[in-house]
């Protein structure tokens, strides 16, 4: 289930099943969105991006959907492995050119 | 390894004493940011930079802290006179243009004792 720790909300799912990691964004203009995954003591990892005139994107394991009506975007992973345990960040990129604003995060744990 | 170098690794210093954290980009990457990160927390967008150029700076402290890109060289960011607050972990980032998607180095941990 999901909960909300000191900082962070956690997600907690069984090994094998599908996750799915949620995003609220700020910016009705932002037009390119990314989502990273972050493990303890490395930096963010890139795992998927989608831009605004798209509202489905899939990679391996992973799609990410867009719903610009209510400025949601999530994350879903397929068959969840315990490698998968990380924190995930989403990215909107706000003033095209400008910098990207980071979401606060959601830790993924991953049970056996 | 052709991704983003940051160096140093971890980096400890004395109350008042400078901190200087260094950023080499992806090769053919011309854009680079700094991005802050404390301890369970999200990512704090603090510089955009270009060679030789700073575009955004809207999340840099107005004191103590400055980034430059040179010409020839890697980014640096440099925050004098440190205090316990700047521990932090210290995120580079680099793209090769607009609106493209940007790649993070392994980070930088400042310590301040």
């Known amino acids: 289930g999901e909960s909300v720790g000191l900082h962070l909300p956690t997600l907690s799912v069984q090994e094998g099943d599908n996750s799915i990691i949620n995003c609220a964004y700020s910016n009705s203009a932002s037009d390119y969105f990314i989502w990273y995954k972050q493990e303890s003591g490395k930096g963010p990892q890139f795992i998927i991006d989608i831009r605004s005139n798209m509202d489905k994107r899939q990679g391996q394991r992973v799609t990410v959907l867009l719903n610009k009506t209510v400025k949601h975007l999530s994350l879903q992973i397929a068959a969840t492995q315990p490698g998968d345990s990380a924190v995930y960040f989403c990215a909107e990129m706000v003033d095209y050119g400008q910098n990207f604003v980071f979401g606060p995060g959601t830790r993924l744990s991953v049970l056996p | 390894n052709a991704g983003v170098m940051q160096n140093p690794r971890h980096l400890v210093r004395r109350r008042g004493q400078e901190a200087r954290l260094r950023c080499s980009p992806m090769?053919?990457?011309?854009?680079v940011y700094w991005y802050r990160q404390l301890p369970e927390e999200g990512l704090k967008f603090m510089v955009y930079?270009?060679?030789?150029?700073?575009?955004?700076e809207s999340g840099m402290p107005k004191e103590r802290f400055s980034a430059e890109f040179p010409k020839e060289g890697p980014s640096i960011l440099r925050i004098q006179q440190v205090v316990r607050g700047d521990s932090a972990a210290y995120f580079c980032?680099?793209?090769?243009?607009?609106?493209?998607?940007?790649?993070f180095g392994e980070g930088s941990w400042l310590t301040v004792v």
């Open positions: 930079l270009q060679k030789e150029n700073i575009i955004d």
């Open positions: 980032a680099s793209s090769s243009g607009n609106g493209n998607t940007i790649y």
């Open positions: 090769k053919g990457h011309s854009h």
